[in-house]
């Protein structure tokens, strides 16, 4: 009877250690090893975690905002940029209103409650793991804007600023804290089933993309897409942009185990062999299809590879990981050129072709290259893995999709999506800013 019982305990433990590790959460992962005693904080950990905060914060404003800045005609930079800005501001204040409850509180499997709203009983002594959980707080209050911010690039150039804005606020409601809620907290849907993403290829990348796809299409195409050159205005910027992040990602994936160890170690190497090897595949792919390597390419293909890696960092070794960027980067190509082209949709910037493509394609391959070397917790069967990927990746784009498709029909009805055919002509900068760049 003991031994029976022992067994089961033990098959408990690593169901618990398979959730745990899916996460990729220390403070989520000692609550789901059923941890009784609060872990005392880590100043090394806490260090880390201030400086990973810090990178990820540095690649919406100024990273993606350069990054998109360059990508975009003249008449429309500063448009891109106040976007930007104003969604880091904004979305900083819905987090800590509601956002971060309705996604880290237990709730029930598919959305917490306000139980924390305000932050309501979280104070200067309180821990998630190793960190006070104010710090987790704004780590993952980061993540919220960026997300955010990534989709922008799918509708350059034509949405109204006021309906964005407020689009984007019950956008970060609606979607983004559900599906954070299903995938990163204890009690969530696809946390419990076991889904792995470590920093983001669900929650994120392909959340974002789905959400600027619905919007580049319900918006429209730009005026004389197709017919008009539509190049960067300054690669230069969009190069600066994609660098800073490149070196910000370091932190978007180094921090999302909570932890300065041997885990944020490897994130971070499998992140810039993933990075490299993309940036090589796009660039490959390129060269021999348009007989150039352009600087846009590489930039490109090193920002697809951090997305097909993002899912996975916390999970693989090396080698998987320079086969996930020879991977990406080829896929990454494929969604924004030969996909757009076929589907004919509108995607500016490729927000779509890149995080989304990107996203779905790391978020599968993680569930074939994940090691329980370095996860140090067992790990499901491949098939198993790749299965419960799948279901994580469809709901994400189900629901991601169908309610964005909702919202920005309500904001239409509410404000208009769309600027009018003279603004657009003349530019957002100075129809809705009254700026340009000289």
């Known amino acids: 009877m003991a031994a029976a019982k022992g067994r089961k305990g033990d098959e408990k433990m690593k169901i618990m250690m398979i959730k745990a590790a899916a996460a990729g959460l220390l403070g989520l992962a000692a609550a789901a090893a059923g941890a009784a005693e609060a872990t005392p904080m880590d100043k090394a950990d806490v260090g880390w975690m201030l400086v990973a905060t810090t990178l990820v914060l540095f690649m919406s404003i100024p990273g993606i905002a350069l990054f998109y800045g360059g990508m975009a005609r003249k008449k429309n930079v500063l448009s891109v ?26 709730g029930n499997p598919f959305i917490g409650d306000l139980s924390q709203a305000f932050l309501s009983g979280i104070g200067i002594k309180s821990m998630t793991g190793s960190i006070p959980t104010l710090l987790f707080v704004m780590f993952q209050m980061t993540f919220a804007v960026l997300t955010a911010a990534l989709m922008t690039g799918s509708f350059a150039g034509r949405m109204k600023f006021s309906a964005m804005l407020l689009f984007m606020i019950l956008w970060s409601i609606l979607v983004y804290a559900p599906i954070c809620h299903w995938v990163w907290c204890e009690g969530g849907f696809f946390f419990e089933m076991g889904a792995l993403d470590y920093a983001g290829g669900t929650v994120v990348h392909i959340n974002a993309g789905i959400a600027g796809l619905v919007g580049c299409i319900v918006i429209g195409r730009r005026l004389g897409y197709g017919r008009e050159p539509m190049s960067p205005h300054n690669l230069a910027l969009a190069m600066i942009g994609a660098s800073i992040l490149w070196i910000g990602w370091f932190g978007f994936n180094g921090g999302s185990g909570l932890a300065a160890n041997e885990r944020a170690v490897m994130a971070v190497v499998v992140s810039q062999i993933a990075a490299a090897a993309a940036g090589c595949s796009w660039m490959a792919c390129e060269w021999v299809l348009r007989g150039k390597p352009s600087l846009l390419g590489m930039i490109s293909g090193a920002v697809g590879g951090l997305v097909v890696i993002t899912p996975a960092s916390g999970f693989v070794e090396p080698l998987p990981a320079l086969f996930m960027g020879l991977v990406g980067g080829a896929a990454c190509f494929w969604g924004a050129t030969a996909l757009k082209r076929r589907m004919g949709w509108d995607d500016s910037l490729d927000a779509f072709g890149v995080h989304g493509v990107g996203g779905i394609a790391g978020a599968l391959l993680t569930g074939v290259f994940a090691s329980s070397a370095v996860t140090g917790a067992p790990t499901l069967p491949v098939l198993e893995q790749v299965g419960i990927q799948a279901m994580s990746i469809a709901a994400t784009l189900i629901y991601g999709g169908l309610v964005s498709f909702i919202l920005y ?23 809705l800013h009254g700026e340009r760049i000289e």
């Open 409 to 431: 029909k309500i904001v239409d009805k509410l404000v208009g999506l769309r600027v009018e055919a003279d603004e657009e002509r003349q530019g957002l900068d100075l129809s």
């Open 81 to 106: 940029l106040a976007q930007t800005t104003v969604i880091c501001c904004a979305l900083t204040l819905v987090w800590f209103a509601v956002g971060y409850s309705l996604a880290f509180t237990p």
